[in-house]
Structures are given as structure tokens and as C-alpha cells.
């Protein structure tokens, strides 16, 4: 991949019909990915296959979240989406580290 995930990816990886909250969800995924890995100057070189799986796990989760009858509050990192957890985006996001 060398372009960020898009919305019809994400509602597909779900299984779901495109939502209008999808857009907000996975803006949010893509600048939390593009903050992580702020080394990467191009997309050519941050969107491996790993990091943009992971874009859109984080992308679902936050969809998910949206749908809480209790809001952020109602949410944990043991959510899951298709199996997936926040530890698996992160893990497949990685982060780029300064020393």
C-alpha cells in the first residue's frame, strides 16, 4: 500500500454499509498513524501493508466507539473489532522513537 486507508476500506474490513461517521473515524485513525510515524515524509514509505491494517483497526475501533450508549466512558482497550484490540493497531502501526 502507499496510500492511507479509505472509507470504503474500512466499511468493507468491518463488513458494514458506509456511515457518514466513518469519515470523522478514520481522519482521526490517519492523523494518530501519521503522528506515530513521523519519520515517514511520504506516503510511499509509511503505508506499508502492516501500518495501513492497523490504520484501520484504530478507524474501526473509534467507529465503534461512537455507537456506545455511554459514550468514551463506555469504552476500554479490550474492545474489539473483528477480533481485533487498540494493542493491534498499535503493534501494527509501530512508532517511531527519537533517542
Same mark, same amino acid.
Given at each position: 500500500? #502507499? &496510500?492511507?486507508?479509505? =472509507? #470504503?476500506?474500512?466499511?468493507?474490513?468491518?463488513? &458494514?454499509?458506509?456511515?457518514p /461517521?466513518? $469519515?470523522p473515524?478514520?481522519?482521526?485513525? =490517519?492523523?494518530? $498513524?501519521?503522528?506515530?510515524?513521523?519519520? #515517514?515524509?511520504? !506516503?510511499? $514509505?509509511?503505508? $506499508? %501493508?502492516? &501500518?495501513?491494517l492497523?490504520?484501520i @483497526?484504530?478507524?474501526?475501533?473509534?467507529?465503534? +466507539? +461512537?455507537? #456506545?450508549? /455511554?459514550g468514551? !466512558?463506555?469504552? %476500554? !482497550?479490550?474492545?474489539t =473489532?473483528n477480533?481485533?484490540t @487498540?494493542? %493491534?493497531?498499535?503493534?501494527? =502501526?509501530?512508532?517511531? @522513537?527519537? &533517542?
Amino acid at each position: 500500500m #502507499s &496510500v492511507p486507508p479509505t =472509507v #470504503s476500506e474500512l466499511a468493507a474490513w468491518i463488513g &458494514v454499509a458506509e456511515h457518514p /461517521q466513518m $469519515t470523522p473515524a478514520l481522519a482521526a485513525a =490517519v492523523a494518530w $498513524t501519521r503522528g506515530r510515524r513521523f519519520r #515517514s515524509k511520504d !506516503d510511499a $514509505t509509511l503505508w $506499508t %501493508d502492516a &501500518v495501513h491494517l492497523g490504520t484501520i @483497526i484504530y478507524g474501526a475501533l473509534l467507529f465503534q +466507539r +461512537r455507537g #456506545s450508549p /455511554q459514550g468514551f !466512558d463506555g469504552y %476500554d !482497550d479490550a474492545a474489539t =473489532v473483528n477480533g481485533y484490540t @487498540i494493542y %493491534d493497531a498499535y503493534t501494527l =502501526v509501530g512508532q517511531d @522513537i527519537t &533517542v
